[in-house]
């Protein structure tokens, strides 16, 4: 990799029992306070004064504690149900279809319960928060065990990396989409169009189809 005027190669390597390096770097801290940032600023721009800019009387009349309440719900309810799909179903074609219905059901809702502007950024939040449980409920919990069965003398269980694989593909997946909705509130012709949902799908899906292309791309 090219970072900062150097060079740098990164080793892919298996965990054999007894072998660990000396020094082991977990990427976990990055992707808490981006969130906790993010969720601040949530707070403070789109729950406070009224939630003014994620209500739109025009669209759904709500209050101020129904909109922040139904925001928290559709969050917590989509990570459950996203990690329902891969945890518990073999099938990675039925996993793949699922994922993508849910992301166009999430988006559908969203536009049609929040303003415009409120609803994209209600969408970030929902892939930002399945981001960060990624890798603190099934990407870090298959690493630390396994670390833990070869600093034990056993021979770990590599099942626990192909989950925590998933889960990281799927979070650079996340990333496009999610860059696009942090900036989406300078393109009101966009989240405010009267398609603004189908447009959110287009980019999203377009988001990830960009990050497929980078990564399998022949060098």
Same mark, same amino acid.
Do not use: E, S
């Given at each position: 990799m090219v970072h900062g005027g150097f060079y740098y190669q990164v080793e892919k390597r298996k965990i054999f029992p007894g072998e660990l390096p000396k020094v082991l770097h977990w990427f976990k801290w990055e992707a808490t306070f981006t969130w906790i940032t993010g969720f601040m600023l949530l707070i403070a721009v789109y729950y406070l004064r009224g939630a003014n800019l994620l209500v739109d009387k025009q669209v759904l009349n709500l209050t101020q504690i129904q909109a922040v309440s139904l925001s928290l719900a559709l969050a917590v309810s989509a990570w459950f149900i996203y990690d329902f799909i891969w945890h518990r179903i073999a099938n990675k074609t039925i996993c793949v279809v699922s994922s993508l219905a849910l992301l166009v059901l999430i988006i559908y809702i969203n536009t049609h319960a929040f303003s415009g502007r409120g609803a994209f950024i209600q969408t970030g939040f929902m892939m930002g928060s399945m981001m960060l449980l990624n890798v603190w409920v099934r990407i870090l919990p298959g690493q630390q &065990?396994?670390? @833990?069965? @070869?600093? @034990?003398? &056993?021979v770990p269980d590599y099942s626990f990396s192909t989950k925590a694989k998933t889960r990281s593909v799927h979070n650079t997946y996340f990333i496009f989409p999610v860059l696009f909705i942090m900036l989406s509130n300078h393109y009101a012709t966009v989240y405010s169009h009267p398609y603004n949902w189908v447009l959110l799908i287009m980019i999203s899906v377009s988001g990830a189809m960009v990050r497929h292309a980078m990564v399998t791309k022949e060098p």
């Open positions: &065990k396994m670390v @833990a069965d @070869a600093q @034990a003398g &056993k």
